[in-house]
């Protein structure tokens, strides 16, 4: 595996793209630890939008350090990023709104009436799942 690969975990919110990116990073091993970009950390509940700007600076900073970059989020392929690998996880939807709640029981109501429509639909839209090396159900 080269040092420098770029990996993209899109799916679902709740399908566990967290944890795995943060599995993958330790898998990894010395000295060759990923960077992980968390596209949430980009996301402005204010205003109901990604700053695009952001993630692109973070990504570039990220991948100038020569080690390993793994993107994890929701619209992980949206920015072109030249990926390496690219993972699609899945949940089913009754799982997805139990760790919702568990997780954001705050932000619940607006998962359930925003994000996951919209997430849904850049799935689909997008044929996201389609356009990735491997998915991973993670019921």
Known sequence: MKTHMIIAIDGPSGA???????????????PHNA?????????????????TEAVVAAFHALKSQGKPVIVEGVYSLTFG???DRKIFMTVRPEEQLKRIKARSPDLYDKYVSKWIPAENKYFQ??????????????D
């Open 125 to 138: 839209e997008g044929q996201i799942a389609a356009k990735c090396d491997l998915v991973i159900s993670n």
């Open 81 to 83: 990023f030249p990926y």
């Open 16 to 30: 566990g793209k967290t944890t795995y990116a943060k599995q993958l990073a330790h898998e990894l091993g010395e």
């Open 35 to 51: 960077a992980i970009l968390h596209i949430d950390d980009y996301y402005d509940c204010s205003a109901g939008r990604l700053k």
